[in-house]
Nanobody, 123 residues
Framework: QVQLVESGGGLVQAGGSLRLSCVASGRTVSNYAMGWFSQAPGKEREFVAAIRWSSSSAAYADSVKGRFTISRDSAKNTVYLQMNSLKPEDTAVYFC????????????????WGQGTQVTVSS
C-alpha cells in the first residue's frame, strides 16, 4: 500500500501562486509515476500533471502548460505542484495519485490517491 497526503492548498487571488505538496509513504515509490488531478464541483476529475520518480520526464495538461510545474524530491518522498499565474478557473480540489508504471492522463490507471487539498482562486 502507498499512502499519499497532500497539503498546500488555500485561498489566493488571481495571478497569485501556490505550491502543493504530496508526501508518499508505505511501499517504495521509486518506480512509480505520480500525478496531480483536479476536480471542480459538479465536474469530472481532470489530469493536471504527472512525473516519474525515476526521471525528470513530465507531462502537463494544455490548460496549465507554462504556469504549473511538477517536481519531486526523492529524499523526502515528496512531489510538488508549483502553480503560478493562477486563474479563477483553477479553483478545484487537487488530488495526488500514484501508479506503478507509466505517466498517463487517465485517472483510472492510478492505483493510489490522496484525500485532496482545496485550491480557491478569487477574481
Amino acid at each position: 500500500q502507498v499512502q499519499l497526503v497532500e497539503s498546500g492548498g488555500g485561498l489566493v487571488q488571481a495571478g497569485g501562486s501556490l505550491r502543493l505538496s504530496c508526501v508518499a509513504s508505505g511501499r517504495t515509490v521509486s518506480n512509480y509515476a505520480m500525478g496531480w488531478f483536479s476536480q471542480a464541483p459538479g465536474k469530472e476529475r481532470e489530469f493536471v500533471a504527472a512525473i516519474r520518480w525515476s526521471s525528470s520526464s513530465a507531462a502537463y495538461a494544455d490548460s496549465v502548460k507554462g504556469r504549473f510545474t511538477i517536481s519531486r524530491d526523492s529524499a523526502k518522498n515528496t512531489v510538488y505542484l508549483q502553480m503560478n499565474s493562477l486563474k479563477p478557473e483553477d479553483t478545484a480540489v487537487y488530488f495526488c495519485a500514484a501508479n506503478r508504471a507509466v505517466i498517463t492522463t487517465r485517472a483510472g490507471y492510478y492505483d493510489y490517491w490522496g484525500q485532496g487539498t482545496q485550491v480557491t482562486v478569487s477574481s
